[in-house]
């Protein structure tokens, strides 16, 4: 197992030197579950969250695992993994799925990378308690600085046993048995009167079924946006609301909302459903408009993310900068709202195009691009 943790790279997600492809979170789980992974046969474990295959690929290595069952919410997370596989020669030996019922039907051990979310947190608890085995058990890992005592309660909804094991090296992991009977309770949508727009979340979309106060700058400059623009992107999409803005904004006018995020993509189309927008956005499932031609959009919007895991980095948000360059038509716009500490203004010179301020608050500043 060491030689195969040792062999898996973070590509293609951002590098920094503060990133790993295996950190010790990873090592603490393989290592407390090896006795229960020792005792599963195929088909018998589920793994959440994996960052790049140190889970799967290193319970595969150590117990002969086979048809491990995987969700990762991050599209980049999948693809790095799948280059894992095919570099230690272990292809074949898991399936992606949805985070479903499917996930977790009949397992006996599932291993979860612990979001920071809570309501992340919830929506696997309940998804793993809703089917696995009644004698399965749930190992949780994090890094402790991140881990509160409102995630033991959080498990503790969907089970009837959670503890702790020891720490080390700055992480820990929780074990939830017992699940109990729930009823799922994502996506969960919440009606914004003062916005006229109902917003649904599953629970690793950032700001859940709020509308965080970046995205709001946006929607205020929504009005002196491209009023040309003939296709409009909404680049990172989070639960749609852009998407939805624009589609309402401009009646007739193709919009596409993406993001890598598989909870983002599931939330966007149900905002776009909540609120009457059905065949208006297409929602696609994509990691920085890799399938969005050259050169086809009039107007991109962003609100870029700031962290890569824990670490604040800006290579997250180069990318999405470079991708809105690649596929806007010359004269096209790039609207982006972002922290006002962050230094994005001159990567969006360089990357897009001649950029200006157009709103300044004490938290975010709101600028606009325009594609050379």
């Given at each position: ?160 046993d959670v503890s702790a094991t020891l ?185 897009v195009g001649p950029t200006r301020t ?15």
């Open positions: 197992m060491t030689d195969v943790l040792e062999l898996l790279r973070r590509d293609p997600d951002v590098e920094a030197p503060d990133l790993v492809p295996v950190d010790a979170t990873d090592r603490l789980l393989l290592d407390e579950a090896a006795p229960l992974l020792a005792a599963c046969g195929p088909g018998e474990v589920a793994v959440v969250d994996d960052s790049y295959g140190a889970l799967t690929l290193g319970a595969v290595a150590r117990h002969g695992l086979a048809d491990v069952r995987v969700h990762q919410d991050l599209l980049v997370g999948e693809r790095a993994l799948a280059a894992n596989a095919a570099r230690t020669g272990l292809q074949g030996c898991y399936r992606q799925l949805p985070l479903t019922p499917e996930l977790a039907r009949g397992a006996r051990v599932v291993l979860v990378k612990a979001p920071r979310a809570l309501d992340a947190l919830r929506e696997i608890a309940e998804v793993v308690a809703t089917a696995a085995d009644p004698g399965v058990t749930v190992l949780v890992g994090g890094r402790v600085k991140h881990m509160t005592h409102a995630m033991n309660d959080v498990l503790r909804d969907s089970f009837t720490a080390r090296q700055k992480s820990r992991v929780l074990v939830a048995r017992g699940p109990r009977p729930v009823t799922p309770s994502f996506p969960r949508c919440r009606e914004h009167a003062d916005l006229g727009l109902i917003v649904c979340a599953h629970g690793a979309a950032f700001a859940g079924s709020k509308v965080d106060a970046g995205t709001r700058a946006l929607l205020a400059e929504l009005d002196r946006m491209r009023p040309d623009a003939g296709t409009a992107l909404d680049l990172g999409c989070g639960t749609g609301v852009l998407a939805v803005a624009l589609a309402r904004a401009r009646p007739g006018r193709p919009v596409l909302a993406t993001d890598q995020s598989a909870a983002a993509v599931s939330s966007t189309a149900a905002t776009v459903s909540a609120n009457g927008l059905d065949g208006r956005v297409e929602v696609r499932r994509d990691d920085a408009a890799a399938t969005v031609p050259d050169r086809s959009v009039d107007l991109v919007v962003c609100n870029p993310p700031f962290h890569v895991g824990a670490a604040v980095v800006t290579a997250a948000a180069d990318r999405l900068f470079a991708a809105a360059a690649r596929v806007l038509r010359p004269g096209g716009e790039l609207w982006c709202v972002y922290n006002s500490v962050l230094p994005h203004r001159p990567a969006l010179g360089r990357l157009v709103g300044r608050g004490a938290r975010f500043v709101v600028t606009v691009s325009v594609r050379r």
